[in-house]
């Protein structure tokens, strides 16, 4: 079986790497075809996602606590909204940042969740 970049190459032609033809293939399939990468993540785990949420409260200069009612209820809204994907994570988070600036709010409730989520273009939740 060959691998891609064993073609012969003409003499005095220097020897292409296999990621250069990679690279070249998917360059031509996104041009023409419409077509790019994409790389499926799997959800984040509960301990992940508590990691993840941490960081942005924190981020927001804020604490997060999930034993206090209104974390707990903003932290509930961004699983559901998110199912653990992390990418929807950080678009989520980049408006939720957006809203409390514009809005000048001091503590992330289910409204600023919802409101954040309002803005994104999203599947049916």
Known sequence: MKQVGDAPQAAGEPRRHAAQ????????ASAFGG?????????????????????????????????EFTDAQAIAAVVRITSGNFRLLQRLFAQVERVMKINELSSLTEDVIEAARSTLVIGAT
């Open 21 to 28: 033809d990679v690279l070249r293939l998917l360059a031509r």
């Open 35 to 67: 077509l790019g990468f994409a790389h499926e993540y799997r959800p984040l785990e509960k301990k992940e996602l508590v990691f993840v949420l941490q960081r942005h409260w924190k981020k927001l200069g804020l604490e997060m606590a999930e034993d």
